[in-house]
């Protein structure tokens, strides 16, 4: 069976522009979530989507927001970059009443 | 609010030594309990985890951790390392009220001297 995917693998952007990362769960999980890890640093949670419903909420600006689609993939979007939005961007899928969540290969930021 | 705590930031060992990762976490409460590991250029991966019962769990490739509660504690032990567990360890929790949102420490860096 094939593990949570993520696309693209890296990117580059420039301050003050927009991106959309994407995430498809593992077949049969449909609850996702988004973390940020910056480099030197454990993982941050950012969201987190069940049945297309936003479940949880960490600690970012509202420049980063997310959605859920019908087949459970995942979009994020970062609005207006920040050099600061520089980071490894991991998406994690559950399946419903585990605790486990598994964790795809993350899309690289860089913000020029 | 709930965080957890690494204390060693770079491990360095040689192979065959046993191995101790320190993890404190604050939280009163009921607690899951996870060991993430991360090998160079792969993704996050699942060593063991927590939930309840037998507090002493074992992990994959000879890994294992205990959960003290009265400590606050869920340190992660290997009798005798091999090269191939040069990588970065994760300790993290969620609780009972925020089962989704894993809380993860700064993370340990092991390397293994062949």
């Known amino acids: 069976d094939a593990g949570v995917t993520q696309s693209p693998t890296h990117l580059i952007k420039t301050r003050g522009q927009h991106v959309t990362l994407r995430c498809s769960p593992i077949?049969?999980?449909?609850?996702v979530s988004w973390y940020q890890q910056v480099l030197g640093q454990g993982p941050q949670f950012i969201f987190q989507?069940?049945?297309?419903?936003?479940?949880g909420r960490g600690n970012f600006p509202d420049r980063f927001s997310a959605r859920q689609f019908p087949n459970y993939s995942s979009e994020l979007n970062v609005n207006a970059l920040l050099l600061g939005d520089s980071a490894l961007y991991l998406c994690a899928s559950s399946s419903q009443g585990t605790k486990t969540q598994y964790f795809g290969p993350g899309t690289r930021l860089l913000v020029l | 609010a709930q965080s957890v705590s690494q204390h060693n930031h770079h491990v360095i060992l040689s192979e065959a030594a046993s191995l101790e990762l320190g993890c404190n976490y604050s939280y009163g409460g009921t607690v899951n309990l996870f060991w993430y590991v991360q090998y160079p250029g792969q993704h996050l991966q699942l060593l063991l985890k927590?939930?309840?019962?037998?507090?002493l769990v074992k992990g994959i490739k000879g890994f294992e951790a205990e959960f003290i509660k009265s400590k606050f504690s869920f340190n992660l032990r290997k009798p005798s390392v091999q090269w191939s567990d040069t990588a970065e360890y994760f300790c993290?929790?969620?609780?009972?009220?925020?089962?989704?949102?894993?809380?993860f420490g700064s993370g340990t860096r092991l390397s293994i001297r062949p």
């Open positions: 993290a929790v969620t609780t009972y009220s925020s089962a989704s949102k894993i809380i």
């Open positions: 077949s049969g999980h449909k609850s």
């Open positions: 927590y939930f309840s019962g037998d507090p």
């Open positions: 989507y069940y049945e297309k419903e936003e479940r």
